[in-house]
């Protein structure tokens, strides 16, 4: 057990809606990660917050958006979903912006 | 690293044996890199880690090769156990650029008992 958690597990939902997912990062740790994991695409890199300000983004969709909060928990909001979202979220988290990153279990989100 | 999509190469080996996974990286700036292993329907779990001046690492079982030459990372582990069967990912990273990981294909590790 990394100490980050994620909810929901599982998310099944349809085309054109929106979600949210949550994170909570290991106990102390500032910076939090988001990855989403396709089987076409890996392990890709999403977006990083630390201490509440978005720092570094990578490879996310405008449709997606993140946030992290004053208690330091990070939600990753995806809207106007399409079947190619359909993937494994994951969030990882550090202590300082560049610690180890030490990641959830995931959410899997099903777009049907 | 690449990401090599579908096709995750696969190791098998004997339960006893040692395993070498290899990992070939892109970016000749990165400076730190790390072993992740991903058992089914779980996250990456953090193996090992090094920086890039270092050239090699151990921990229990584990010792990661970095040759900053070729680009080249790998992980061995010692007397592999059935417990080691997972997908192995390598990820790099420029520290100061934010520190975010670029992740390789991943390697399958099969355990025969």
């Known amino acids: 057990d990394s100490g980050v958690t994620q909810t929901p597990k599982h998310l099944i939902t349809a085309t054109g809606q929106r979600v949210t997912l949550r994170c909570s990062p290991r106990s102390g740790d500032l910076s939090v990660y988001w990855y989403q994991q396709s089987l076409d695409q890996g392990l890709q890199f999403l977006i990083q917050?630390?201490?509440?300000?978005?720092?570094a983004k990578g490879n996310i969709l405008e449709r997606f958006s993140a946030q992290q909060f004053p208690d330091l928990h990070s939600e990753l909001n995806l809207s106007s979903l399409e079947l190619g979202d359909s993937a494994l979220y994951f969030c990882?988290?550090?202590?300082?912006?560049?610690?180890?990153?030490?990641f959830g279990p995931g959410t899997r989100l099903t777009v049907l | 690293g690449e990401s090599v999509g579908l096709h995750l190469p696969t190791l098998s080996v004997q339960e006893g044996d040692n395993s070498i996974i290899n990992c070939a990286y892109s970016?000749?700036?990165?400076?730190?890199f790390i072993w992740y292993k991903q058992e089914s329907g779980k996250g990456p779990q953090f193996i090992i880690d090094i920086r890039s001046n270092m050239d090699k690492r151990q921990g229990q079982r584990v010792t990661v090769l970095l040759n900053k030459t070729v680009k080249h990372l790998s992980l061995q582990i010692a007397a592999t156990q059935p417990g080691d069967s997972a997908v192995y990912f390598c990820?790099?990273?420029?520290?100061?650029?934010?520190?975010?990981?670029?992740f390789g294909g991943g390697t399958r590790l099969m355990v025969k008992p």
């Open positions: 917050y630390y201490n509440g300000e978005e720092r």
């Open positions: 990820a790099e990273s420029v520290v100061n650029a934010g520190n975010m990981l670029t």
């Open positions: 990882a988290s550090s202590l300082q912006r560049i610690d180890t990153q030490y």
């Open positions: 970016n000749s700036a990165s400076d730190y």
